[in-house]
């Protein structure tokens, strides 16, 4: 169970965005994709998501090659993205977030919301933070609950793996410390993740291995108990060891 | 079942029940729909104007003038149906009296001029409302400009077409299934508000409960977000303008009965009515977040300070004033209470 990315590239016009990437991602295991600005991450994982096409390589997500043209083909294949900026309504409840475009409804399209209200309490509440009130507008939330009711909708509809970007950011130390214990939680129930960051002792914490960009290419992929946090600078830095 | 295992129903009985998880309640949606509207200025409003009425002119409530204002509120509450929609989805129509007029026009045309069976002219009539919604949501959409510019513009394009077409000329003397739909009555309850508010309660089923309200608040609070969710942003985009469109088209054959007749030059001051109804009734102006309910007691507060002002024997022209008036202190309200929450 595996999501294989091959000989990925991307230009926009003239500019080579990505070339020739080459990426694995084992189910239960978490990758962090580290880079500098520039280097190539967001179109990587945009491509991923299915949000972007890439110009060259394949995707094959549990042996099966994909060809996405949305975000929704890659939610089917089992790929969802969280984005940094979270894409919550603040004005709608945590539910309606939760659910939006797969909303539980009766055969004329009318909302079960007991039924979504109760899996998404019951989501929201097997992430081990404090539970919260999933009728709460989600503009009301602390950075850690949005965070978490983001995460709540990665995982309600049985996602295999998962691409975060920039989970930690912005958020306060103690909602960084539950956002990480809940990304290993996943990776504990058998999730894959991918987790884009710049933070490298976020990385260092959950990740059990970590790719580097530089320059749209693959400057190298080390287990995070091999290698240091020199030759990661390195590789960021100047594409090499 | 051990004591351990005990302990744990009871803690997570009590978080359950901490949390509203239990019991009928648990299953109700929000009555109001998938986002919070404020709805406390308009009924406080209401509720301070019936008291001042009660000592100032104890005849405001006489069954009469309470059908008098139920008409006045009932076009505003159809309109502000699909202005609702459109500004919940962040957008605005600025051309509601000219699709109305336009599609009077072309209704009383089919029927007059042309000669076509009733049917088939009120087909006409709702179809050109739905085209000319269909003509502001794709410049909107595809041509990416700006809601106000297209439908301000459209207003002239729209009422330049009905007023070429009419020539200045007036269209009277319609059927009477039509009179009936503007001035009818059952059992003592004018028509029009019947069609409003059997409307009201069909809009706000859809808007409140069903998948496609849930989605049309997402568009206009998050776009982006939505666009990521699989939702078309566009389709919804110009969905709620074509249904502004038949709502308008609605509306016209409604007024159209109650004149019993059709002016070209008419409905101007309607689109400043809709749009105070929706606003006062707490829909935000920016999106994201709207009532039909809250439309129907805003278009109501409208209709009751209007009629008010006549009631207690100040000229007409204080109308506008005590309407602006109620507008501004409900939306000084919500700009406070928005200030407070963003705090």
Known sequence: MSVVLSGIAKSYGAVKAIEDIDLTVEAGEVVGVLGDNGAGKSTLMKILAGATAPDAGTIMVDGETYSFTSSSAARDAGIAMLYQDLALCDDMSVVHNIFLGREITNRFGFLRYGAMRKRAQEIVNSFSVRPFDVRTPSGHLSGGQRQVSALARTTAFGSRYIILDEPTSALSPSARDEVLAIVRDLADQGIGIIMVSHDLGHVRKVCDRVAILHLGRMAGIRNMADTTQDEIISLIVQGHA | MTPATDNMSSADERRAALLGETGWRARMPPLLGPTQVPLAAPLVMLAIIAVGMVLAAPNFFAVGNLRAIALDAS????????????????????????????????????????????????????????????????????????????????ELVFRGLALVYAGGGVFFGFPEVITFLGRGRVIGVPMPLIIALTLVVVAHCIFAYHRIG?????????????????????????????FMGIIAAIGGIILTGRLDAVVASGAVTILLNTVAAVIVGGTHLFGGRGSIIGTLLGAWLLATITNAVVMLGFEAFWQHVAAGAVILITIALYSRRNTRAEE
């Open chain 2, 75 to 154: 076009l505003i509450m159809l309109l502000g149906i699909g202005m609702t929609a459109v500004i919940t989805a962040r957008g605005i129509d600025l051309s509601i009296g000219a699709i109305l007029t336009l599609s009077s026009v072309a209704f009383a045309a089919a029927l007059k001029d042309f000669g076509l069976p009733l049917w088939v002219s009120v087909l006409v009539g709702l179809t050109v409302g739905a085209l000319c919604g269909l003509f502001n949501g794709l410049l909107i959409t595809r041509l990416r400009m700006p809601d106000f510019i297209v439908t301000l513009s459209s």
């Open chain 2, 214 to 242: 849930m989605r049309l608040h997402a568009v206009g609070g998050n776009p982006t977000a939505a666009k990521r969710l699989g939702i078309s942003v566009t389709g919804y985009r110009v969905g709620v303008y074509v």
